[in-house]
């Protein structure tokens, strides 16, 4: 099933670096190999700039839960290796293009954005999410409106639907980097007369210049939407992102070592990842005996540790928790039927 939604165009219409399209909607229709490319190594893509890149690295080879460092000759090499994960190669790509070497096989393994799987991968049933939740790269995909002029009074996405504005001859314009997930949130949402422009950055600026009447685009804190007088909306979120770590279906499936070295990486994440928040808290406390301190602790339900009366206490962030095996792979295990 496709919809399409058709552009406006007018020869009134100022010149701007956004480029008119028509958008179609659809299930994705991306298919690969039924066999993995052949090689002796599995890889790994990571995201090869800015803070994505950085955030990555540092969860990687900082935390001693994880100690995973990437070893590359040069900073700005694409190819490293990982000296704990002999039979692994990391590349580092731009975050779509993992996404489509996922797809391809010629990756197997990659970190990105959950926005950037859900955009590029487009329901791609080879794609695997291992890991939902990396706690970094915290986003969202949302669309925002101007706060003045006829949007003045929207409020929700329901509000802008319904708005008679809206034409077959005069479409709400929504400028957009999203070409596959801007389109199918709108369509899911019953907005009929849309039509979008693509812009790669500073969307925030285009229903000022009078380009578009909407955006849909990444936010974080939304400051920036607020400096150019933007409001997101109820309903007007399309996904919520933070980094992920994501597979190739066929290669855990086929590629000998893949699914081993996945299992590996899991659990170090894991480990890490299950001690953001958690402190040990240590300290002296007075009594006759061990079943006295205990009863003291055990009759305070809300005890958080510094609420007893003591000397000596001593917090520490905690470094590792060790399970047998994580939930996660378990989950993983099923996806894969095994």
């Keep these: 099933m496709s919809v399409m939604l058709q552009p406006c165009l007018s020869a009134s219409m100022p010149s701007f670096p956004f480029k008119r399209t028509v958008l179609v909607c659809c299930a994705s229709s991306q298919q690969s ?28 080879e900082v935390h001693i839960a994880c100690q995973l460092p990437v070893n590359r000759e040069k900073p700005r090499q694409y190819v490293g290796q990982i000296p704990e994960l002999a039979d692994l190669e990391v590349w580092f790509q731009r975050p779509k293009d993992i996404v489509r070497r996922l797809i391809s096989g010629d990756i197997d393994l990659g970190i ?17 999410i291992v890991h939902d939740a ?16 006829i949007f003045e009074n929207i409020n929700s996405l329901k509000d802008l639907a319904q708005m008679t504005q809206w034409t ?13 997930l801007g389109p199918k949130f709108m369509k899911e949402n019953g907005l009929k007369y849309v039509t979008f422009s693509t ?9 000022a210049m009078g ?11 939304g400051t920036t939407l607020k400096e150019n007088d933007l409001k997101e909306i109820k309903g ?7 980094a992920v770590l994501v597979a190739s279906r066929k290669a855990l499936m086929q590629r000998e070592g893949a699914l081993d070295i996945t299992r590996k990486i899991l659990k170090r994440l894991e480990k890490r990842l299950e001690t953001v928040g958690q402190f040990r808290v240590s ?22 540790g510094l609420q007893v009366v003591g000397n000596g206490v001593l917090v520490s962030l905690l470094t590792n928790i060790f399970n047998e095996e994580t939930p996660r792979w378990y989950k993983l295990l099923k996806k894969l039927g095994l």
């Design 134 to 149: 990396l706690k970094y790269g915290e986003c969202r995909l949302s669309l925002a409106i101007p706060k003045y002029g």
């Design 236 to 242: 007007g979120i399309v996904l919520k992102s933070q």
């Design 199 to 207: 812009a790669d950055g500073a969307l925030e600026a285009a229903p």
């Design 211 to 221: 380009v578009a009447d909407a955006i849909v685009d990444l936010v974080s804190s």
């Design 33 to 60: 190999d039924a066999r993995v490319p052949e090689r002796t190594k599995v890889r790994l893509g990571l995201p090869s700039k800015g803070c994505m890149e950085s955030d990555t690295l540092r969860l990687l």
């Design 283 to 304: 300290a002296n406390m007075r009594g006759s005996s061990a079943e006295e301190v205990a009863e003291r602790i055990l009759s305070q339900p809300s005890l958080s």
């Design 168 to 180: 077959a001859e005069n479409p709400l314009r929504v400028a957009t980097g999203f070409t596959y």
């Design 112 to 128: 990105v954005g959950f926005d950037i799987v859900s955009e590029y991968g487009q329901g791609n049933e080879d794609l695997i």
